[in-house]
């Protein structure tokens, strides 16, 4: 089994940063990836970014390219999200998710909201 914890949500100003961070225990040798994935209520959760489970590779989604990045420390089996230029826009729920060859996990998520 695996655990994935979120934090680092809260309340920003447009323009400002956050730093969010999900940290995994349990079975986690098998990972290939973790996400982070958004919400707003009443839309589709949709992806933000992506890092190989090595570290080595990173994706993001177009919207949040250049202004979020997405990091790793494999010593803690914590992945990071750095948000710079926050927007109104950028204001969801933000899910963390752990591929692994058999399956996904998510955490329970962290709200974050902007401010205009």
């Known amino acids: 089994q695996v655990q994935l914890v979120e934090s680092g949500g809260g309340l920003v100003q447009a323009g400002g940063s956050l730093s969010l961070s999900c940290a995994a225990s349990?079975?986690?040798?098998?990972?290939?990836?973790m996400d982070w994935f958004r919400q707003v209520p009443g839309k589709e959760r949709e992806f933000v970014a992506r890092i190989t489970w090595s570290g080595s590779n990173t994706f993001y989604a177009d919207s949040v390219k250049g202004r979020f990045t997405i990091s790793r420390d494999n010593a803690q089996n914590t992945v990071y999200l750095q948000m710079n230029s926050l927007k109104p826009e950028d204001t969801a729920i933000y899910y963390c998710?752990?591929?692994?060859?058999?399956?996904?996990?998510w955490g329970k998520g962290t709200l974050v909201t902007v401010s205009s």
């Open positions: 349990g079975r986690t040798f098998s990972s290939i990836a």
């Open positions: 998710k752990l591929v692994t060859v058999d399956t996904d996990y």
